[in-house]
């Protein structure tokens, strides 16, 4: 799937308290809080959408730490609760659309990722960021399985990466993020498919070559790098024109989807 060019504005977020007057889906309601976490891919905790929630609830999350290396001047290694420190969450209303075909609207908290990696002084050499979930099969007993090659990888372009929108997730409806969902620390991509966002993060890698991603590795016809969402340009197995909307029920009519689900 081809990319799109994204302008980066003139943003100042700590003007902003809120950002969802400006990039929110604010036509559709908001998707229940016990189906946003109960209704998931998270392939760490299992393959079927309840795993993650039944299998996730002992996951330790406490110390948690980011690494930030590679095409950087100064790398650096932070905890969890330093970052939610230094970076005060917002309230991000975004649309979720799963490659699968199904979507929800997520009331996210969270800070724009750029704000994260102006820390650290990007070098002229980065082109790309690659980010790494954690491995740890002891306590994620999906990861005892070769459904994919752990741990977890995936990737931006860095004009994706620094762009307002993309954001450091902290939680969702003003509480804790969930482990299910991703805690401490996930990425969310309003305009490409839910896959692309890394969960658990554990590090964030500048670097000068495009990055293959896990699902780049595990199946490179059905998933490319990009992975923007496009109504027009068809999954090998199915057609990507509509979702299912989640928490409207079976009988519920699909809906048309967004060209980059309408964050274009």
């Not at 060019?5 to 003139?10: A, I, K, N, P, R």
């Not at 309601?29 to 039944?54: A, V």
């Amino acid at each position: 799937i081809k990319s799109i060019g994204l302008g980066v504005g003139s943003i100042s977020l700590s003007s902003i308290p809120f950002l969802n007057n400006a990039y929110s889906q604010n036509k559709t309601k908001l998707t229940s809080y016990e189906d946003i976490t109960t209704y998931n891919n998270y392939y760490e905790f299992g393959t079927s959408k309840s795993d993650p929630y039944r299998n996730s609830q002992e996951f330790i999350t406490k110390p948690w730490s980011v690494t930030i290396e590679g095409e950087v001047e100064n790398p650096v290694t932070i905890s969890a609760e330093e970052i939610i420190s230094l970076f005060p969450s917002e309230e991000r209303i975004y649309k979720l659309r799963c490659v699968e075909g199904w979507s929800m609207v997520i009331p996210w908290m969270g800070f724009s990722l750029s704000r994260l990696l102006s820390k650290v002084s990007i070098k002229n050499t980065a082109k790309f960021v690659e980010f790494e979930s954690v491995y740890d099969p002891e306590q994620m007993n999906g990861q005892r399985y070769p459904v994919l090659n752990w741990p977890y990888r995936e990737g931006l372009r860095i004009d994706e990466a620094m762009h307002p929108i993309t954001t450091v997730v902290t939680g969702l409806y003003g509480k804790t993020l969930p482990n299910q969902n991703g805690a401490p620390l996930r990425i969310f991509v309003p305009w490409k498919y839910g896959f692309k966002s890394a969960k658990a993060i554990v590090k964030i890698k500048l670097v000068e070559n495009m990055p293959t991603s896990s699902w780049m590795r595990s199946s490179p016809r059905e998933y490319g790098f990009y992975s923007n969402v496009n109504p027009n340009v068809s999954h090998p197995r199915w057609s990507q024109a509509t979702e299912r909307v989640i928490g409207e029920g079976i009988l519920a009519p699909r809906i048309e989807t967004e060209m980059f689900n309408g964050y274009g």
